[in-house]
């Protein structure tokens, strides 16, 4: 939906319909400043142009001709099919189509004019509002090559500006006026040399408004007398025609816009309407500049908002969506109006925000770790490690391993009820993970898979560590003494503990399941290495 003006290499069939341009009037000589390697390599031959240009005109002539299936038409060159489905939209957007894709009696009308659908869309909406005879001479002068060409001089750029006088709503009425200025003087050189009027432009776009006004006349339509121009009645009728390409300004500091579709755009500088808030542009292009490319507004006309309303009810709907705004740290109401997709104006409340999908938007900040829980730590895990053990090692017990999926119900369920950031971070975390676990399953838990156990010889509890299939604890020889091999058994004797002897020094220096076997083998050897570097500690 968006002409473009790429600057690409010609291909082989252009390369060789150029050489023989250069010698058509007597022989000569072409140099191709490129290498025959590269000359190889390029593409045969263009891409069709049925392929590249907007197919609205195309398919509404067809439409009027009575080609009613265009899925079986036998193109020559078969269009793109995304081309042709925007087509078709236009056309449907305009009227001259039904939902069903038939051409409708105003498209029939449509089809009379020689333009494209929009400004014969424009026709018609005119003689409702009594400015056909502007709107053919508005069409007129974007059919051709453009009739204004800048000024050098400053101070004569700010007196052509008086001629349409004060701040128009459209950059078509400067060119309307200037053409009017310039028509009137009978496109006198010397005075259109002075005010940057290409005469030859102007003149042959005049002679094209003069055909249009006839052709509409001819389709019954009604010219105005002369007079002023019809300011509201001509943005309406460009609003009718080019919907399609409503912008809404991003703020009043940028000359950047937001379009239909997720799209982006730029208004040019030199626009009349810089200060418009909402515009329709009816060019829209993008071009390559400094390597970059750019999508710019142009021939764009000021809208009031509530015309939208009046021609397109049916493209305006309000929408109110809940979402975590990055900037407050907080689950926000945001409250839309929009037309089609493009949204013209909206409004961020915290009040009234559901409780639910703010839980499930604070969890997912949590999930990606843009919220740290305060009380998320290693105790926790190794909670959740203890749980996902109990999961396998004792599936009478019932118990749901806390898995990744788990984890996100359990921020949620933290979550709930709040709606900051703030909040979140200094909320409890162990009563969400504890209700994963009913009273029964939390009572069979502590039994049977404890956190610690206690040693004859240790002052305090030896902690448990649970791994992915594996307990752990950790304890020194000297810890190790008089403790019996059922200490080391969980869940009345089902589970061992592999355990990590250690050297006075807290290193280990062997693992083992079967603590008795330790004794009978590896102690000898392991005290014969010890006790000489730890000669103060009790070696039995």
């Not at 915290?350 to 290693?378: Q, Y």
Request: hydrophobic share 40%; net charge positive; charged share 30%.
């Amino acid at each position: 939906g968006i002409n473009t003006l790429l600057i690409e290499k010609i291909a082989r069939s252009s390369a060789e319909q150029r050489a023989g341009r250069a010698g058509r009037t007597r022989a000569g000589e072409v140099v191709r400043l490129w290498s025959e390697k590269e000359q190889a390599g390029r593409p045969a031959r263009e891409t069709p142009e049925v392929r590249r240009v907007d197919l609205s005109e195309t398919l509404l002539t067809l439409l009027a001709g009575g080609i009613e299936n265009l899925d079986t038409f036998p193109w020559f060159e078969a269009p793109e099919p995304a081309a042709l489905a925007r087509a078709r939209e236009l056309l449907r957007e305009l009227g001259a189509t039904d939902t069903a894709g038939r051409i409708t009696a105003l498209g029939r009308r449509m089809a009379a004019f020689p333009v494209h659908p929009r400004y014969a869309r424009m026709f018609l909406a005119a003689q409702d509002y009594g400015c056909v005879g502007q709107a053919c001479l508005l069409a007129a002068l974007v059919q051709g090559r453009n009739f204004l060409l800048p000024l050098d001089n400053a101070r004569k750029s700010e007196q052509r500006e008086e001629f349409w006088g004060g701040r128009p709503l459209s950059d078509f009425f400067p060119l309307m006026a200037l053409w009017a200025q310039a028509h009137a003087r009978k496109y006198d050189i010397n005075w259109c040399r002075q005010w940057g009027v290409h005469a030859q432009a102007a003149r042959t776009a005049g002679a094209l408004a003069f055909q249009l006004q006839k052709l509409a006349q001819s389709q019954g339509l009604q010219l105005e007398q002369a007079g002023s121009l019809a300011d509201d009645a001509l943005r309406r009728c460009i609003l009718i025609a080019f919907s399609d390409h409503l912008a809404a300004r991003e703020d009043e500091g940028t000359l950047r816009c937001r379009l239909l579709h997720g799209r982006r755009g730029e208004l040019r500088r030199t626009s009349e309407v810089r200060h418009a808030k909402l515009l329709v542009a009816a060019e829209i292009d993008e071009v390559q500049s400094r390597g970059d490319v750019t999508v710019l507004l142009s021939l764009a006309t000021q809208i009031e908002p509530q015309w939208l309303e009046e021609y397109f009810p049916q493209d305006i709907s309000h929408t109110t969506q809940t979402a975590y705004d990055a900037v407050q740290k907080r689950v926000v109401c945001r409250r839309e109006r929009r037309f089609r997709d493009l949204v013209l104006e909206f409004k961020e409340t915290t009040e009234a925000v559901p409780k639910g999908e703010a839980a499930e938007l604070l969890s997912k900040e949590i999930s990606e770790g843009r919220i740290k829980l305060k009380e998320w730590d290693e105790g926790v895990e190794r909670w959740i490690a203890r749980v996902n053990f109990a999961a396998r090692a004792l599936p009478e017990l019932g118990i749901s391993p806390i898995d990744e999926a788990a984890r996100e119900l359990i921020y949620t369920e933290i979550c709930f009820g709040k709606t900051t950031a703030r909040e979140v971070r200094e909320a409890p975390v162990m009563p969400a993970l504890k209700a994963w676990l009913s009273h029964p399953q939390r009572l069979a838990m502590e039994q049977l898979l404890p956190t610690e156990i206690t040693l004859p010889n240790k002052k305090r509890p030896a902690p448990l560590r649970y791994e992915a299939d594996k307990v752990y604890t950790a304890a020194t020889v000297q810890e190790l003494y008089d403790a019996p091999k059922e200490k080391f058994k969980l869940a009345q004797g089902r589970i061992a503990i592999t355990i990590e002897i250690l050297a006075p020094n807290r290193r280990p220096v062997q693992v083992t399941e079967d603590i008795d076997a330790f004794w009978q083998n590896s102690y000898a050897q392991v005290k014969k290495d010890l006790k000489g570097r730890y000669p103060k500690h009790l070696w039995r």
